[in-house]
C-alpha cells in the first residue's frame, strides 16, 4: 500500500500563499492518483483535489485559487495555495491509491471525494491575520 506524508503546512495571512508537499513512497504498480483533502473543525472532510498521470480535477470552492502537480522524479505532489481566506483553514491531508490501468480521466469520473486506500496523517494550516 502507499505510503503518503505530508508537510508545507503553518500560518499564512490572508490573501498569502502556501505551498503542500506530499510525498509517496510503496509503489508496487505502474499508475497511481493522489488527492488532496481537508477538514475544518467541526465540519465534513472536503476533497478539493486530484491528480492522476492523465487529469487532474478541482473543487469549485478552490478552483482558480489552488494548483495540484506532481513530480515523478522526486515521488512528490504538491499543492500550490493562492489566495487563501480564513476558510480555507484546516487540516490538509493527501490520499491516494494505485490504479491497476492507465485510466485517462481518473480524477474526473472516480468517485476519489468518497475517499482513496491510503491517508497520510495531515498538516494544519491556519489563515488568520
Known amino acids: 500500500q502507499l505510503q503518503l506524508a505530508e508537510s508545507g503546512g503553518g500560518l499564512v495571512q490572508p490573501g498569502g500563499s502556501l505551498t503542500l508537499s506530499c510525498g509517496v513512497s510503496?509503489?508496487?504498480?505502474?499508475?497511481?492518483?493522489i488527492a488532496w483533502f481537508r477538514q475544518a473543525p467541526g465540519k465534513p472532510r472536503e476533497g478539493i483535489s486530484c491528480?492522476?498521470?492523465?487529469?487532474?480535477n478541482h473543487a469549485g470552492s478552490v478552483k482558480g485559487r489552488f494548483r495540484i502537480s506532481r513530480d515523478d522524479a522526486k515521488s512528490t505532489v504538491y499543492l500550490q495555495m493562492n489566495s487563501l481566506e480564513p476558510e480555507d483553514t484546516g487540516v490538509y491531508y493527501c490520499?491516494?491509491?494505485?490504479?491497476?490501468?492507465?485510466?485517462?480521466?481518473?480524477?474526473?469520473?472516480?468517485?476519489?471525494?468518497?475517499?482513496?486506500?491510503?491517508w497520510g496523517k495531515g498538516t494544519l494550516v491556519t489563515v488568520s491575520s
Open positions: 491528480i492522476s498521470k492523465r487529469d487532474t
Open positions: 490520499a491516494g491509491e494505485q490504479l491497476s490501468a492507465d485510466i485517462q480521466a481518473y480524477c474526473l469520473t472516480a468517485p476519489w471525494r468518497n475517499g482513496m486506500d491510503s
Open positions: 510503496g509503489f508496487t504498480r505502474d499508475y497511481y492518483a
